[in-house]
């Protein structure tokens, strides 16, 4: 299992729509997500429109090639094109990682982190 980070820009003036639309997405795309091998995914959105999406999944372009394959997620990438600044969602881009606390304090022999159990 790994995580992925990945930032997109959503257009400024369609800010509080696109945090409406993800309030309750569609069941079927949930279900989309969660059978391609998307787990834990979280979405972060800046006010001036930065985006920021964290996953944890085996293979993000597998996991993403197996989303971008069903129905549900087509429509769905149509219905949110509007709200980025690229004019789609496919402007991902994916962040390298420069700092892991938990590999660091293991690589020393120390006790990582313990989970809090806080979803947010």
């Known amino acids: 299992m ?3 980070c990945f930032t997109l820009q959503v257009r400024p003036d369609r800010l509080a729509e696109y945090r409406e639309r993800h309030a309750a997405v569609w069941p079927d795309m949930l ?3 969660r059978d391609a091998g998307w787990r834990d995914y979280r979405l972060y959105l800046r006010d001036d429109g930065l985006l920021v999406g964290v996953v944890e999944t085996d293979d993000l372009p597998a996991a993403q090639a197996a989303v971008d394959a069903t129905e549900v997620s087509a429509r ?3 219905s949110m094109a509007p709200f980025f ?3 789609d969602g496919s ?3 994916e962040l390298a990682l420069v700092f892991d606390l938990d590999a660091q304090l293991t690589a020393i022999g120390d006790t990582p982190t313990a989970p809090t159990g806080d979803p947010s």
């Open 2 to 4: 790994s995580r992925a």
């Open 31 to 33: 279900r989309a997500l």
């Open 76 to 78: 769905w990438e149509a």
């Open 85 to 87: 600044v690229s004019g």
């Open 91 to 93: 402007g991902k881009s």
